[in-house]
Antibody
């Protein structure tokens, strides 16, 4: 079974850039597509974006102007950057494996809390 | 924009059947996936492609999808089923989640 682990700073200052990495183990990152999803405390899930093994991406239209995703197949990991963060970006951030055809998320990381505060 | 609508909460007694709806315009034309999320944990897939189950999920969990409503059904509900349940669709370029439903086992 694929395992995913998020890593990155837990505290980011307003107006700065949030950067997270998801390291994949148990299978090659080149076989699937991958997403970032976030969840503010007490609220629902919000999809941020998806990256394919070839590097093409789809982003949530509401975040598109601030989001960049990249993939490093040699290190079996992919990354998220979110620029110009505000308190509204405070959330638990999850990385997850996407089914290529139907888009369901079969495997998730444990999640990492990112707080935006000065 | 397309939206998925779930009731905030559903309550059921142990041993009874819980039904959790997910509404959306012509949602029956899309594949719907369901996730269970317990406090402090990542979501876990319980139903995909409307009605398929991962091998580790009990047969008590089932799904259906028709018209404007997809439904997650949990039979013989147990205390351990108490959790938030989220529906999700993928339209080829974008993922959408419902707002989530908290299942309370009385």
């Amino acid at each position: 079974q694929v395992q995913l682990q998020e890593s990155g700073p837990g505290l980011v200052k307003p107006s700065e850039t949030l950067s997270l990495t998801c390291t994949v183990s148990g299978d090659s990152i080149g076989l699937f597509s991958w997403s970032w999803i976030r969840q503010p405390a007490g609220k629902g899930l919000e999809w941020i974006g998806r990256i394919y093994s070839g590097g093409s991406t789809n982003y949530n239209s509401s975040l598109k102007s601030r989001v960049t995703m990249s993939i490093e197949k040699s290190k079996n990991r992919f990354s998220l950057t979110l620029s110009s963060v505000t308190a509204a970006d405070t959330a638990v951030y999850y990385c997850a494996r996407n089914d290529i055809l139907t888009g369901h998320f079969g495997d998730w990381g444990q999640g990492t809390l990112v707080t935006v505060s000065s | 924009s397309y939206e998925l609508t779930q009731p905030p909460s559903v309550s059921v007694a142990p041993g009874q059947t819980a039904t959790i709806p997910c509404g959306g315009d012509n949602i029956g034309r899309q594949s719907v996936h369901w996730y269970q999320q317990k406090p402090g944990q990542a979501p876990m897939l319980v139903v995909y492609d409307d009605s398929d189950r991962p091998s580790e999920i009990p047969e008590r969990f089932s799904g259906s999808n028709s018209g404007n409503t997809a439904t997650l059904t949990i039979t013989r509900v147990e205390a351990g089923d108490e959790a938030d349940y989220h529906c999700q669709v993928w339209d080829g370029t974008s993922v959408l989640f419902g707002g989530g439903t908290k299942l309370t086992v009385l």
